[in-house]
């Protein structure tokens, strides 16, 4: 089954600064990959995502993730934090074939420092 | 295009009372999952229709929670008796095939006192 792991809960960065979330997932196949953001008292929203095809993945909101399969990780990053980044923000992955299920990670509180 | 649709947004009842949830998915998306998502938690699937069949119920607690998706459109979700630890929200999604990305509702945020 897939599973994703996001360390440190909470994520604090500066105004300006790079914003650097990580997940490393796990998969017996090549998986489709997903970043989402929660903002309070609202649904997920797709972020970006990787299914196939070039691994570096351009989202919404200047945010881009790499995916790497060597270190199966898939870590989502922005150049300079504003403070509209701060919201929760959770790593997915699913399975091809027959198990479609797509599993979430705990999630990375982020909060933007002025 | 209208998003997915979750009603009520916020319910209040006391434990051992009955509780739903309704679905409305994007129009023209095949399936539907309902997650929960506890505090601090990233959300975790309860169940997962492909139209009307439930293809993945595995991490429903059937005990207590039920769901049913009739004609494959709308979807209910429900929970009898409530307890304590339900207090959640639970979260509706749907995509327009099972690999494709899921679009998510605002969620209900249940309360259960």
């Known amino acids: 089954a897939q599973s994703v792991t996001q360390l440190g809960s909470h994520v604090s960065v500066s105004e300006g600064a790079l914003v650097l979330l990580r997940c490393n997932y796990s998969?017996?196949?090549?998986?489709?990959l997903f970043w989402y953001v929660q903002y309070p008292n609202q649904g997920l929203q797709l972020l970006l995502k990787?299914?196939?095809?070039?691994?570096l993945v351009k989202g919404i909101n200047g945010f881009e993730a790499e995916f790497k399969k060597s270190e199966t990780s898939f870590h989502l990053t922005k150049p300079s934090a504003h403070m509209s980044d701060a919201a929760e923000y959770f790593c997915?992955?699913?399975?091809?074939?027959?198990?479609?299920?797509?599993?979430f990670g705990k999630g990375n509180q982020v909060v933007v420092i002025p | 295009e209208a998003g997915v649709v979750q009603s009520p947004r916020y319910k209040i009842i006391e434990k051992k009372q009955p509780v739903a949830f309704w679905c409305n998915p994007i129009?023209?998306?095949?399936?539907l999952y309902w997650y929960l998502q506890n505090l601090g938690q990233g959300p975790e699937l309860l169940i997962r229709?492909?139209?009307?069949?439930?293809?993945?119920d595995s991490q429903l607690p059937k005990d207590r929670f039920s769901a049913e998706r009739l004609k494959g459109v709308d979807s209910t979700l429900k929970i009898q008796p409530a307890e304590l630890g339900d207090s959640a929200v639970y979260l509706c999604?749907?995509?327009?095939?099972?690999?494709?990305?899921?679009?998510f509702g605002q969620g209900t945020r249940l309360t259960v006192v």
């Open positions: 999604a749907s995509s327009r095939l099972a690999g494709e990305e899921a679009f």
């Open positions: 998969s017996s196949v090549p998986p489709y």
């Open positions: 990787y299914t196939t095809g070039a691994t």
């Open positions: 997915a992955v699913r399975g091809i074939g027959g198990n479609n299920r797509l599993a």
């Open positions: 129009s023209g998306h095949n399936t």
């Open positions: 229709y492909e139209n009307e069949e439930a293809v993945d």
